[in-house]
Structure formats: C-alpha cells, structure tokens
C-alpha cells in the first residue's frame, strides 16, 4: 500500500545513528549509576555501598545496540507504516471478518485435536488449559472493556468470587462441580450489579479507580476473614469436577469414568478431561458472546462505546446498559474462577491480586478491544512467554513488563484491533470506503 | 484525647507523603488525561536511590546532617526526576494521540518491569537504614497521656509544606507554570502558540517524578525499611488520594492525600489495622457514589 522506494533515501545516516544509540547509552550509563552500578549490603547493622562498574558497562552496552537495533527496524518504511499510529484497515470489512473466522476455525481444530497429539504430555495439556483459563477470562472483561468501553481494573475481583464460591460451597456443604457453575455464576454477576450500581455514573478513569478499589476490597476481605476464608492459608482439598458423577480416580467406592467405560485408569484421563470441560466452557462463552454481540443489547454496547451522549439522547438507558456489560463479563469471570478452583484444588488470596487483573486487561487490550480472536492469541502470547522463560525464570516477569510496553508501543490498537460495529446496515457493508481523492473533488467544487 | 492526638500527627505525616506522590499523578493526568501506573513505583526507586546515597555519604565520613541530608534530597531528586523522563520517552511518548487504554497498558508494563528490575538488581530482600534522625518532642508530659512528635515527622510535614508553597507559585507564577496550565488546557493550541509541548510534558514528568523521589527518601527516614514492592500500595493510595480530591485539581490532591492519611491512621488505631485499606477504599467508592468529580474537582461539561 506505501511506496517502498523512497525507503533508502529517507534512512538515517550510520554516523547520525551511532551518535543517537552513543547518547541512549550515555543516559543509561548516567541514570543507572545508583541502581545498577552500585548496591547497598548490610554490614552488621550499618548500610555498606558496593559497586559493580562491570555491570554498569553492560547495562550500557545493552542500551547501545538495543536503541541500534529499534531505530533500524523502525525505520524501515514497512514498519513505520503500522507502528505508532491506529491503523485504518483498508480490507472490506466482510473478507476481513471471512479471514477472521476461517483464522478461529483453524485454532478451534487445533485445540480440540490436541489432546490426540499430547495427551500423555501433562505439561503440554497443563499450559494449553491455563491459557484457555485466560482466554475465557478475556472475553468476559472483553464485554465490559472491548464492547461496552468501561475500564475495569479490578476484574479478578469477580474471578476471586467464583473461586471462593465453589470452594466453599464444595467443601463446606458438598456441593457438586456442576451445581455450583451457575450458583457461583448468579453470585458473581450480582457482585458486578452490587460494585456496578452505585459507580456506573462515574466516568472513565474514576471508574478504574473504583473498580481496582473494589479488587483491593475483595482481596483483603479474603486475607482478613479467617473464620470464612481461612485468610492467607486458602482453602485446600477443593473437590474435582466428575462427569455424571463418575470421578477420575483408581478404582475405588466412588464410581469412576474408567470404570464407566471398562478401560484401565490413566492419570492422564483428568487433565485431559479438564482441558475439555475448559475447551468447552469457552467456546460456549465465545458463541454467547458472538451472539450477545448481535442482540440489541449488544449493539447497544458498541454505541455506548463511542458516543455515549448520542446513546442517552436516543433513549438508551444508559445505567441499564452499562449494568448488564458488567453483570455478564462479571459472570464469565466467575464461571472461570469454578473451573480454576476445581482445577488447582486449592485457593488462597494470593491468586487474586491486582497483578492479576493487569495481566487480564493486558490480554484485552493487546489483542485489540473488541476483538474475539485477538483475546486467543494475546493470552497464547501472555500465558506461553513466561513459560518460554522458565530457564531464565528470575527475568521472566521484566521479560513480561517489557514485552507489554513494546507490543503497545509497536501497535497501539493491539494486535489484531477491531473498533468497529458487529452488525452495519445493508447498504453500508456494500458501499466502498470513499476514495481518499474525494476531499479533493468536494474542494473543487 | 491523647491516642487521638498521636493518631491525628501519625495520619498528617502519612498524608503528606501520600499528598506528595498524588500530585504527581492529578499533574501527569491533567496534561495528558493518563493514569502514570508507574508513578508508584519512581517514589520507590526515590527511596532506594536515597538509601544508597546515605550508605555513600557515610562512607565518606560526612557526619553533618543538615548538609547529609540536602546531599541526599539533590541526589535523590536528579535520579528519580531522570527515570520519570526516561519512562515518559521510552513508553509514553510514542503512544501520544492513540487510543486511551494503550498507555495504561504501557504504564502497567512499565510498572512490572521497574519493580522486578529492582527486585534483581538490589535484591528481593527489604533494606534497613538505621535511624538517621532520632528523637522528637513530647507532649503532655511522661506517662500514659504522652503525645510524641519525632523529628522525623516534623521533618516530613514541614517539607510538604515548603514543597507544596513552591510548586504552586512556580504553577500559578512563572512561565513554566502558565506554559503547562495552557497545555493542559489545549495541547493542540499550545503547540500552535509556538510552545514546545512535548518539552512541556516532559518537564511536568521530571517534576512529579522528582516530587515522589522526595517521598521515597522522606519514607526511607520515615520507616527505615524498604523493598521493591513498596511502590505499588503507596501509588494505588495516592491515586485514591488524587481521585479524591478531584483529579487534575493541586489542592485536590494533597487535600485527598491528607484525608487518606488520616482515615487509615485513625481507622487502624480505632477499629482494626487489618481493615484499614478497606476503609480507605470503601470511603474512595462513597465520595465518588456522592460526588462523582471528587473533593475539589470540576464537574466534567460535555459538549456535543
């Protein structure tokens, strides 16, 4: 779409770049002479000063060639053309949606023939749920971020909600995995309708505040309330999901899925059986949403997104609307919260801190707002690189840290964005994108 | 009458560094309308830059400590003042004009990162100052009815006041000041009135950063404990602070500061120290449900 040929004339010169990485390493060299190149030990009580010149070297170094390196893939037009700006698709929207949906279609595939391929592979089985835990986490904070445009900082509030939820319905009162599913779902949504009814009128970041107030609250209640939560101890021996109530154990009392279906017991049948229960939980939470996208209520999201005051001024109750997003993704969370507390078998407050709740919206908005598909392959991304990291697992989590702020930098739409209405009218579908030389034909006349 | 004395002081000085840091954020949010996520954690690499400046400084024998400490506040002040225009340049800058979630994700990523840079290169463990400025005065005689004021809390309140006179004369007196209200106001107008914004924006950066290095070194004489998870409670309740008061609003910040201080000292002294940031949340949420631009903060007009 962009003229390539004027690339090598538009380069920077080599001495010019030198000089500008030259500069970026000085600064590094300056700025990190309290952190980097000195540290303080304590010396029987008194606060002694060490220093390490060599690592100061290299952190400079490192800035060298790492501002070398981004200048020069930055300023390949190829590059500069998407970074650094909100791209504008030029696809018609209805082979890029085609694109989209075949894209799905492969990963769905993939997901279900996985176990067939791994199925002896608990590491492999394991890491595929956890991202599917992500994944279903995203699209519920999809709706309220992605779809209906209020920031939630405290999501993991509502995943915390269904965790406990199920934890202490199966172990204080014997409650079965599939009971307490919607059970714990009604009661995280109506934790979304308690913290969403009183803040609903507030705006943007106000909101995020309170959300993230209301995670903190959730939190330390959880910590606090020995007598209920057991505080920091958590809640162990969390019961397992069965499948018609046929359990997956060595042959014993209970009866079992093996015995079910006269094949030996493997210890491989329940993290796959797992990996199922979560692969099938959200794909029903994708074709729900799909289809939420196209009810009236849904659209309605998308138009409270970009205009609100259009919205109200159309007769949309806006309070209502908003109410419902927050219900809904509310309750996703909390459907994910049942799965990964019968999956972990134990809880505690830990699992639920506000890192957390980044690392969900991190997953939304890296994937592009909006975007179902996105979601997939941010929380792939999220969930596979600190894994990739484990054999240098001290630097994983700044690994993390920068990759965030290096994908939002490269493309700050997030990876696949998709700020545009699910459902357009007929005839706008149809009619072409106006021709950028139509400004100039309304300037002639 | 005396526990509630000693809490009142104990909350003023914990309000005042909260009040310090929040003016940060209700700066940075007023020019660019972004939450600096990261904001917390320069107020802790304020503090550890401030620690290691003490160890330096005593191992050149320099036992002054008027002089120990303006050397420490001018060192802690230029580093944290450098990180807070580095992280504006390497994570902010280049998203200016995109969508609004993509620099709080950034932030948020540039928070991970700081913090467990720190963990790895000072160590995950916490860092002891001894006691640098024992001491205090005393109220109301020995005994039970006693009202301590150490000196390190003098020291604190005092110069969150001399701090804040001067920041708001350079806002509302010089031409840096007027240059970053009419940023605020219209960036695109600024610009056009020949002022540098973004050097503008950088400035205000360094200078909230600078703010919160104050901060960090005033907590390391405060509690003489660091580590490097300090930033982020301290910045998630000076950005209640900032909402609280109304955020973009200066007096709204350290007035939201002041009021958090307060409530978490008196709320763990009286009722229970577990619940106390549920407390500070839970009166956050009732302001905003009461009035939903905060303390001090102009109700938002929407204009079609």
């Known amino acids: ?445 | 009458m005396s526990q509630f004395l000693q809490q009142a002081i104990n909350g003023l000085t914990l309000g005042s560094l909260y009040g310090l840091i929040a003016i940060g954020y209700t700066m940075v949010y007023g020019i660019l309308g972004m939450i600096n996520f990261a904001h917390g954690d320069l107020y802790m690499l304020g503090a550890f830059v401030s620690l290691t400046a003490f160890a330096i400084l005593a191992a050149a024998g320099i036992t002054s400590l008027p002089l120990a400490l303006l050397l420490v506040l001018l060192v802690a002040v230029v580093f944290t003042a450098g990180y807070g225009w580095a992280v504006e340049r390497i994570a902010y800058r280049p998203l200016r004009g995109s969508t609004k979630l993509a620099p709080l994700i950034s932030a948020i990523g540039a928070s991970i990162f700081i913090q467990n840079a720190v963990q790895l290169l000072q160590g995950a463990r916490i860092k002891q100052l001894p006691p640098m400025l024992p001491g205090g005065f005393e109220f109301f005689g020995p005994g039970p009815g006693s009202v301590t004021v150490s000196h390190v809390q003098v020291l604190i309140v005092a110069a969150t006041a001399v701090l804040l006179a001067g920041f708001t004369w350079m806002i509302t007196r010089t031409s840096f000041g007027r240059q970053q209200r009419a940023c605020e106001q219209d960036a695109g107008m600024t610009r056009m009135l020949g002022i540098n914004v973004d050097r503008t924006i950088s400035l205000t950066f360094m200078i909230g950063a600078g703010m919160a290095g104050v901060a960090g070194l005033l907590v390391t004489l405060y509690y003489g404990v660091i580590d490097f998870y300090i930033g982020f409670l301290a910045g998630v309740k000076a950005f209640t602070a900032a909402v609280l008061g109304g955020i973009g609003s200066l007096p709204g910040a350290m007035l939201g500061g002041l009021l958090i201080g307060l409530i978490e000292a008196f709320y763990a002294s009286y009722f229970s120290a577990e619940y106390k940031d549920v407390a500070v949340f839970g009166i956050l949420i009732l302001v905003l449900v009461l009035r939903p631009s905060g303390l001090l903060g102009r109700p938002e007009v929407e204009k079609v």
């Open chain 1, 1 to 445: 779409m962009t003229t390539t040929t004027t690339s090598r004339a538009a380069d920077t010169p080599l001495p010019q770049r030198l000089s500008d990485a030259g500069f970026a390493a000085l600064l590094t060299a300056l700025l990190g002479i309290p952190l980097v190149g000195l540290t303080t030990v304590d010396v029987g009580g008194r606060v002694a000063v060490q220093t390490r010149w060599d690592w100061l070297l290299g952190a400079a170094l490192m800035a060298f060639s790492g501002r070398l390196g981004v200048r020069w893939l930055f300023d390949r037009p190829a590059w500069r053309g998407r970074s650094a700006r909100v791209q504008v698709d030029q696809a018609p929207a209805a082979r890029r949606a085609g694109r989209m949906q075949l894209a799905g279609l492969g990963v769905t595939a993939l997901a279900l023939a996985l176990p067939l391929v791994f199925h002896d592979n608990r590491y492999v089985v394991d890491t595929a749920t956890t991202v599917l835990i992500y994944v279903m986490l995203g699209w519920g904070l999809n709706v309220v971020v992605g779809l209906a445009g209020l920031l939630d900082l405290g999501y993991v509030a509502f995943y915390a909600v269904g965790a406990y939820s199920y934890a202490l319905l199966a172990t204080q009162w014997g409650l079965s995995f599939w009971a307490c599913l919607p059970l714990a779902g009604l009661l995280a949504a109506s934790f979304g309708i308690l913290l969403g009814y009183p803040t609903l009128r507030l705006r943007g970041d106000y909101l995020a505040i309170v959300t993230l107030g209301f995670g903190e609250i959730i939190r330390l209640v959880l910590v606090n309330w020995t007598a209920l939560t057991h505080g920091p101890d958590g809640i162990g021996s969390i019961p397992r999901p069965t499948l018609f109530g046929h359990g997956f154990a060595p042959a014993g009392d209970l009866p079992t899925v093996a015995g079910l279906f006269g094949i030996d017991d493997a210890p491989w049948h329940r993290t796959v059986f797992l990996y199922l229960l979560i692969l099938g939980l959200a794909l029903l939470t994708n074709a729900f949403v799909l289809r939420l996208r196209k009810l009236p209520i849904g659209r309605a999201w998308e138009a409270m997104r970009e205009d609100e005051v259009a919205c109200r001024a159309l007769g949309i109750n806006a309070t209502r609307v908003k109410l419902a997003a927050f219900a809904l993704g509310a309750m996703l969370g909390g459907f994910a919260g049942v799965f990964f507390a019968a999956r972990q078998g134990f809880i505690s407050p830990e699992s639920f801190t506000f890192s957390e709740s980044a690392v969900i919206l991190a997953i939304v908005v890296l994937g592009g707002s909006g975007s179902q598909f996105g979601v997939v392959l941010a929380a792939g991304i999220l969930v596979l690189l600190p894994e990739l990291g484990r054999h240098f697992s001290e630097y994983r989590m700044l690994l993390f840290g920068a990759a965030m702020v290096a994908i939002m930098v490269w493309r700050p739409g997030g990876l696949l964005s998709q700020r545009r209405p699910t459902l357009t009218s007929a005839s706008a579908a149809e009619t072409p994108t106006p021709a950028p030389n139509s400004a100039a034909i309304r300037s002639a006349a």
